[in-house]
């Protein structure tokens, strides 16, 4: 549970070598690219490259035809670039022939009622001219009234089809509404249009179809795409000058050896050095397996900086802790787990896969755990073989307010400690250790009342707080100014143990939606006699399937709130940047 110690590595090799170093450096994938020049703008792609993006694009297009064809995996007439293009223009062919059918389709149901007719050209009615109006029924008495020749050609339930006979537009004020617009074009020709695009369309569908046969070898395509898509960008973003290039990045001390022993075999010259106080590197988080998908959460709210500290097994822990309270019940943690159960192996496939298997076990684990201790199964009171392991009452509000309170001010207490920690060499350590010294004090007057210790060490927190907040040098009334200012966040951190509540509330909540659904399903039942079993069955499975939906999502949003607002605000003072290895990737487990 750490930062990686990270020093910068320069590389200098012959040009006439590049693109192979690179590619070899991408296998080794140790480095995190620097550019020691901005990138060159990329030349005009060739028709024999295929851009990751498009090639993305064209595999969710294919991905989602719903008839596929039996799948080629001999890469022998497998024309990538060729394949792709042809995949891509499918789908704007598609998307455009798709567009003109729902025009004509809405042209077609908005002409029908006035039937099927050819506007006169012009002289041909001695002049007159074709107006039309869809005039609402209430309204025809003021087209009656009119001095107008018209005539009703269909009429519905609200409207009333009007055309009328006039050299020019009628004036606004002799008709109701507006003129209609219905286009030049007959109905028998905007129908034969349709028919047209129709089969053009079906053409389409079929070539689309034809081309999933290729998806396999599409998907063992990305990730060489990818790569070689990276390593266009590190070759412009390097140094050339003349027969040598130079590239530089960052890579983790531990292995400088391995990068040695490789520009050693290459005929490369290396230079490394460590990081300058100024600089700032980018954050690599070092974890043990069982800790590491607490990165994952890390990775997805906010990087530590290089200098921080590294809060991932925390912050794992914590949700873990959170998640399961907000569940508090062992059925819908048996649910979960047989959830992740069930996409195993598709999670086996990959480093993320496996920390989110990880954390998702975690998670099932400990919600199981805790549902069992507080009693409840799908809302159900225990079996009595289970009766005597239940050992907390949510329906108990003193006990889980205090419950939630504690976890609360232990978070935050750690929170600020680890910040003391980080800025040890620092006056404003005394100040996180001051906010930790208010809240064990305030929390343990709280529970047992206050007397003479605490109350001196919680006025220590303040004096800790007033005096050591802030950036100043010196006594003078600006540093005394940070640290009233700093005290202002008194309630502040108040309300930030108060969202700690959250955690019993959303329990409670889960729980007293479950016994409801229960109950009402158990009332149809006794209610309809017969046929109250199928609504019984309907209102268990509807209903508890909704509230784990809502459990989870309120565990997930909560518990990362927590951890990610609160706990981070306390304890993070800065913010970094992820390490990204030039690396070769790795195949999605997902596309399938």
């Given amino acids: 549970m750490s930062i990686a110690r990270l020093v910068k590595a320069t590389l200098i090799g012959l040009s006439t070598e590049k693109e192979s170093l690179l590619d070899q450096l991408q296998t080794l994938g140790l480095l995190h690219i620097v550019p020691l020049r901005e990138k060159t703008e990329a030349a005009p792609q060739n028709t024999s490259e295929v851009s990751p993006e498009l090639l993305h694009t064209v595999l969710r297009y294919l991905l989602d035809c719903p008839d596929k064809r039996r799948q080629v995996t001999s890469a022998r007439h497998f024309d990538l670039p060729g394949v792709t293009h042809q995949a891509d223009t499918n789908r704007q062919q598609r998307l455009a022939l798709l567009e003109q059918r729902d025009f004509l389709q809405n042209r077609i149901n908005g002409l029908q009622p006035w039937g099927d007719f050819r506007l006169p050209e012009s002289g041909e009615l001695y002049a007159q001219k074709l107006w039309f109006y869809l005039v609402p029924n209430y309204r025809m008495a003021e087209v009656e009234r009119s001095e107008l020749i018209w005539q009703q050609v269909h009429r519905d339930n609200r409207h009333s089809y009007i055309a009328v006979i006039a050299e020019q537009e009628p004036a606004p004020e002799l008709m109701p509404v507006a003129r209609t617009h219905t286009g030049a074009i007959p109905l028998s020709l905007l129908q034969k249009q349709l028919e047209d695009v129709e089969v053009a369309l079906e053409a389409v569908e079929a070539e689309r179809q034809g081309l999933t046969r290729w998806l396999f070898l599409l998907q063992c395509s990305v990730a060489g795409t990818a790569d070689a898509a990276q390593r266009a960008d590190v070759a412009s973003a390097s140094l050339d000058a003349g027969e040598i290039f130079a590239l530089q ?24 050095s460590e990081p300058e106080p100024a600089e700032q590197p980018p954050t690599l988080l070092q974890n043990d397996p069982a800790s590491a998908a607490g990165e994952e959460i890390v990775h997805f709210f906010q990087e530590p900086g290089y200098r921080s500290w590294d809060p991932s097994r925390t912050v794992f822990l914590s949700f873990v802790t959170f998640f399961a309270l907000i569940m508090s019940d062992a059925g819908y943690a048996l649910l979960l787990g047989c959830g992740f159960l069930l996409f195993w192996k598709r999670f086996e496939s990959s480093q993320r896969g496996r920390r989110i298997r990880t954390l998702g076990l975690a998670l099932s684990g400990a919600s199981l755990i805790w549902g069992v201790l507080v009693g409840s199964y799908f809302g159900a009171p225990p079996p009595d073989w289970l009766a005597d392991w239940k050992q907390f009452d949510l329906y108990d509000f003193d006990s889980m307010m205090r419950l939630s309170i504690c976890l609360g001010v232990l978070h935050l207490v750690l929170a600020n400690l680890m910040l003391a920690w980080v800025r040890r060499k620092q006056r404003q350590a005394l100040a996180s250790v001051g906010w930790a010294l208010m809240l064990s004090s305030a929390l343990a007057g709280w529970l047992f009342g206050f007397n003479l210790l605490l109350q001196s060490l919680f006025a220590l927190g303040v004096l800790l707080v007033f005096g050591c907040s802030g950036t100043r040098t010196g006594y003078g009334w600006r540093r005394w100014l940070d640290g009233l200012l700093a005290l202002t966040n008194i309630s502040k951190l108040f309300g930030d143990v108060l969202s700690y509540l959250r955690l019993f509330a959303l329990g409670l909540a889960s729980a007293s939606l479950a016994i409801t659904f229960n109950q009402l399903a158990q009332d149809v039942a006794l209610a309809l006699p017969v046929i109250g079993l199928f ?15 809502l459990t989870v999502i309120s565990g997930v949003v909560h518990g990362l709130r927590l951890n990610l607002i609160e706990f981070y605000n306390w304890s993070l003072a800065d913010e970094g940047y992820i390490f990204q290895p030039f690396a070769k990737q790795e195949v999605s487990p997902w596309i399938t």
């Fill in 249 to 272: 990045g960052w890579l983790p001390e531990s292995a400088l050896p391995q990068l040695e022993a490789f520009t050693a075999e290459k005929g490369m010259v290396l230079q490394w």
């Fill in 535 to 549: 609504f019984k069955v309907l209102i268990l499975l509807l209903g508890h399937m909704l509230n784990f939906l």
